[in-house]
């Protein structure tokens, strides 16, 4: 089966930068629609950015538009999440997920996603 493994969290400054990494193994990567989500404490999971296996288009959420770019490195089987002017409300766990219906445009919910990371913790704060 497909595994996801994040990585990257951390404690950031509100302004500053990070970039999250998700490792793929089993399979690779570029088979799926993959997408990041995150959850902030007492929230329900939400998706930020998702990248289209098919010709590479993106999504992302009003939220994050402009300040996050969604990537992937086929040589490295990973994909990755560059976050830059960050704020405090980006604070929270962060889940890569994959897709594996790849026949139409991914979407950012939850149910169209198949497998999932264990998370990477992001802070922002002063």
């Known amino acids: 089966q497909l595994q996801l493994v994040e990585s990257g969290g951390g404690l950031v400054q509100p302004g500053g930068s990070l970039r999250l990494s998700c490792a793929a193994s089993?399979?690779?990567?570029?088979?799926?629609?993959t997408g990041w989500f995150r959850q902030a404490p007492g929230k329900e999971r939400e998706g930020i950015s998702c990248?289209?296996?098919?010709?590479?288009?993106?999504t992302y959420a009003d939220s994050v538009k402009g300040r996050f770019t969604i990537s992937r490195d086929k040589a490295k089987n990973t994909v990755y999440l560059q976050m830059n002017s960050l704020k405090p409300e980006d604070t929270g766990v962060y889940y890569c997920?994959?897709?594996?219906?790849?026949?139409?445009?991914?979407?950012?919910?939850?149910?169209?996603?198949?497998?999932w990371g264990q998370g990477t913790q992001v802070t922002v704060s002063s």
């Open positions: 997920a994959a897709d594996q219906w790849v026949f139409r445009l991914c979407q950012l919910s939850r149910s169209e996603f198949d497998f």
């Open positions: 089993g399979f690779p990567l570029d088979y799926y629609h």
């Open positions: 990248v289209n296996n098919n010709n590479g288009s993106t």
